[in-house]
């Protein structure tokens, strides 16, 4: 038995850490840590509720919108407030746009590198791409001299030694089975992608920022002026824009974006049976119409069972912390976040250090459970709550993705199943994004540019406590926030975040998270190079190294890859990039 | 609402503002532009922990300075000063998109060809990275001297900033 460890020495502290104990080339046992305290909630206490979303916006670099929207959905929730119908449109169309963005960006700027070597391209033969290319999809970059250059443009930073990942990955590794030609293709749509995601950042400003923190939220609903004879507000101008812009998003969508997984899954079908993770599922649901259903509808499945589609009651929620380091009065119990408590108690041991001691405490991650479940969050739960629910467009999607891949729905349940799980999910949302902005250009037509609800923006208009929780999904999953107010402050507030879900270490019980889940049985081609434990943890996109982002000015910017022998000696592979 | 207007230079403040001294390039460039009034050319930006998103505010400016909290083994509230090859540029393996910091904006910035002429980097070594809105007093006490830096390099750049 062997044990290997995987720990970002990014900046001042670690974040995600991942051991795992393997015995004849299988996974064993793993655990999920988080090895930075963040307990963002308690800088809030204090504070007037109505500002608190432009602090938990900065929660995280990745889920600035996300923060922002599940706070003042808590305070709206908290205070009764109904938001107009355009406020609706425009916070989907923010969060809708974040989303694609999101997934995209995730597959080809980090999940894809799991699966695609990139060394391997250099190998390839341009004509060859051009011809796979072609016969995936009708997108116009495809011609021999198109990833001809590609290719050229690859060697020059290879051979200049500035590529950072070219150093740093695992290039080479058995796990990778992609021929060259694909390897080539994969990477100029990488760099497409780069290119394409200023459509985004466009996208956003038209939303009302300029700013790259949206500076558009309001507890009651948008501060994003609408006003047709106004060009600094959205009008019909910016309409065009917009519905241009979307335009473009769903057609990289559709003509790289899905038919590259599409190309990819074959060569890797036996991910379709590893890192299943606990098979339960939670979902919010998201992207309310005017009657406020769900594009994807909330509800949770237990135990993989998609005939029934189970209620989501928050009063359920708890965090436990018998395994994180925190203190309950009594640890044999999870806490709802109403009652929510964040009292760090660090009891690990002191860096630098080989192992954390799992059988006790060891992470800083609580240990949320939906009615004593561990569940999983994200794309993944999104679609199997969708589908089992008989959303039309989610199961023909899914159903078309299966069918390419000759796979049955149980290859959901698995790592390439997330993967995708997140493709099918743009697919469908891409497609909403130009519906939602015509329905907004309909209301302006109508003289309708109402954003706001202000009469309960004055604290005079408020109970004397109040409390409230705000749902929303998140790319990565299910976001909650909890509030209480007492006399026009914040008394507590509490956010369970996708990531915690997704990243729980054990509860009381001894139940696992979904991540040490899936890992258990994934099989491990070298110690050294564990590849495939980052197949599976990138598959659930993590969110987790919020918190710091110093700037390292040497560069040590990577991942610190431990292997521990079973006699006992180890061998630290510190893999330094960036110094030139 | 999608101002396309011509900056030629950007400051680019980063950092986590709700990790006290973590943010200290946020705090500066929300100072800078409360106290002084800048030219039009110049356009500050709070880049919080953003990552890629911020290479659109890359595209067609001459200069970038990024003022940021940094780890150079130095003495707490000491500050280094480096530029263009000097300020590393890669991208790294990730366990986390989250990851994405700034080495990996001007990797990818290069890949774009967005990358600018002239890059200059001021980083301060913090004393405090823990949860907090405030800097520590330690960095607090060294915040007219990075401002001045940063005015002394507007200045390099043949800009002029007077105090409001």
New interface residues.
Partial sequence: MSKIVIDPITRIEGHLRIEVEVDGGVVKDAWASSTMFRGVELILKGRDPREAWAITQRFCGVCTTVHAFASVRAVENALGITIPNNARILRNLVEGIQFVQDHVIHFYHLHALDWVDVVSALSADPTGTSDLARSISDWPNSSPEYFAAVKRKLSTYVESGQLGPFANAFWGHPAYKLPPEANLMAVAHYLEALEWQRDVIRAHALLGSKNPHLQTYLVGGMATPIDPNSQAAINADTIAMLKGLFQKAKDFVNRVYLPDVLAVAPFYLDWAGIGEGVGNYLAYGEYPDKDGTQLFPRGHILGKDISKVLPVDQTKVTEHVSHSWYEYDDESKGLHPFEGETRPKFTGPKPPYDFLNTDEKYTWMKAPRLDEHAMEVGPLARMIVAYASGHKQVQDTVNLVLGKLGAGPEALFSTLGRTAARCIETVVLVDQLLGWTDELAANIKNGDIDVHEGSKWDPANWPETAEGWGFIEAPRGALGHWIKIKNKKIENYQAVVPSTWNASPRDARGVRGPYETALIGTPIADPNMPLEILRTIHSFDPCIACGVHLFDTKGRELNRVTVINPNGSFSPLLKLSGLR | ???ERNFKTLVLG??????SD?GIGVHLVERLCDKFSLPEEIQV?????????????L?GIENLL?V??????LEPGEM?R?QD?AV????????????????DML??A???DVIPQRIV?W?VQ?SL?????DLSPLLESKMDTLMAHVLEELVGFGHQAALK
């Fill in positions: 609402m999608l101002e980063v950092g986590n503002r709700i990790m973590e930006l709070d880049g919080g922990t953003l990552g890629l998103d911020l290479i659109y505010f595209e990024i940021d909290a940094v780890q150079a083994d280094i480096l090859d590393p540029a890669f991208m790294s393996l990730k366990i986390s998109p989250h990851q994405v910091g700034v080495p990797f990818a290069k890949l774009r980097l980083g913090p990275v823990e949860l907090g809105m």
